[in-house]
């Protein structure tokens, strides 16, 4: 089992900048994918961006050159470095990890619970 803890989500003007992470735990595991999902209120939740396994990355078109993922293996932390942000990128943000015990086979998806992120116009 591995949980995941969301943080980095606050208040912020447009243009400005926030770094969200997301720290992973559990017993013997390996972070095999991870993404990240954004749900703005009365919306569905929504893929912002995503990394495979094999290292590539997937963006939203409305993210795309302003969000980047990535991951520290040695924290077991996945981050969303989010930059110009915009009043349209408000909503709860979640991390999924894709994480396979021992780093043995395809793995399990996990969600985090969200962190709230607000820009300001």
């Known amino acids: 089992q591995v949980q995941l803890v969301e943080s980095g989500g606050g208040l912020v003007q447009a243009g400005g900048s926030l770094r969200l992470s997301c720290a992973a735990s559990g017993s013997s595991f390996s972070i095999k994918a991870f993404g990240w999902y954004r749900q703005a209120p009365g919306k569905q939740r929504e893929l912002v961006g995503l990394?495979?396994?094999?290292?590539?990355?997937n963006y939203a078109d409305s993210v795309k050159g302003r969000f980047t993922a990535s991951r520290d293996n040695t924290k077991n932390t996945v981050y969303l470095q989010m930059t110009n942000l915009k009043p349209e990128d408000t909503g709860v943000y979640y991390c999924?990890?894709?994480?396979?015990?021992?780093?043995?086979?395809?793995?399990?998806?996990?969600w985090g619970k969200g962190t709230l992120v607000t820009v300001s116009s």
């Open positions: 999924n990890v894709r994480a396979a015990a021992g780093g043995i086979g395809h793995g399990v998806n996990y």
């Open positions: 990394r495979t396994s094999d290292g590539s990355t």
